[in-house]
């Protein structure tokens, strides 16, 4: 049995045509930025950390001058992961794993809080995000922490629960977690492929996906799975979860 918590990071706010290319100029999109808990009888494991409290304060010092320009950025006082976590009763170093869907800033913000735990990233996007020409704020990731990096699928806790999937497209390294939550029922995050849109095959690449290609085959295995029994994707915090 594995108990799932979503937990609010704040939200943003940017120009929606980076998302969707042919809505008319002016128009704005928000989005929460979530993270997940997920207490499985082997660990506690996190998914994503969501933005720095750094970036909140001042996105242009800390993404530079194009990037925090783009974003408005929200977070209640006791939003945030670490605050989040503190609500349950849960301290940061009692959490066991981090999985980072990806390395952008607004879901390995707080990484450096758990500087105890495996922390869980494709190594296609170690590469990437590391890369000379890379547009990734180091800040987030780049750090002496205890990463493990994964080499496509893996099954966290090797009972078939908690399945870490490459799901590249919006980057090159991207993934989900699947998550088998017993009573028949199976629950998968999926990040940045729900805001990028639900079409199944996307005609253009959106927002900044760096390969239409993996992004329009990450979408059908993942349409795939839902499709299976009993899967539920997961678009924000609350969905299904409290059901
Ligand atoms: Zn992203």
């Known amino acids: 049995?594995?108990?799932?918590?979503?937990?609010?990071?704040?939200?943003m706010e940017f120009d929606r045509r980076a998302f969707f290319p042919d809505d008319p100029a002016g128009a704005r999109l928000g989005i929460p930025v979530p993270a997940f808990l997920l207490v499985h009888p082997k660990g506690r494991v996190l998914f994503d950390t969501g933005i720095h409290c750094d970036t909140l304060r001042d996105p242009v010092a800390r993404l530079?001058?194009?990037?925090g320009r783009f974003f408005q950025m929200y977070c209640g006082a006791t939003e945030g992961v670490v605050n989040q976590l503190?609500?349950?009763?849960?301290?940061?170093?009692?959490?066991t794993h981090v999985v980072n869907s990806h390395l952008h800033f607004?879901?390995?913000?707080?990484?450096a809080s758990f500087p105890q735990t495996t922390i869980l990233v494709q190594r296609e996007e170690m590469l990437a995000a590391g890369a000379a020409a890379s547009q990734y704020s180091g800040r987030d990731w780049d750090q002496p922490l205890n990463y493990e990096l994964v080499d496509?699928?893996?099954?966290?806790?090797?009972d078939g629960t908690l399945l870490l999937i490459p799901t590249p497209g919006h980057t090159q390294g991207h993934q989900s977690l699947c998550v088998n939550a017993g009573r028949g029922r199976r629950l998968e995050r999926r990040?940045?492929?729900?805001?990028?849109?639900?079409a199944a095959r996307p005609a253009r690449a959106q927002g900044n996906d760096t390969d239409l290609r993996s992004r329009r085959r990450s979408?059908?295995?993942?349409?795939?799975?839902?499709r299976s029994a009993r899967v539920t994707i997961l678009r924000r915090p609350g969905d299904e979860v409290n059901r």
């Open 1 to 11: 049995m594995v108990r799932i918590y979503a937990l609010s990071c704040g939200a």
């Open 64 to 67: 530079g001058e194009r990037t």
């Open 86 to 95: 503190g609500l349950l009763g849960i301290r940061a170093d009692a959490v």
């Open 106 to 111: 607004d879901h390995c913000g707080c990484n």
């Open 152 to 158: 496509g699928e893996r099954d966290l806790f090797g």
């Open 191 to 198: 990040r940045d492929e729900a805001l990028a849109g639900h």
């Open 219 to 226: 979408v059908g295995v993942i349409a795939r799975c839902s």
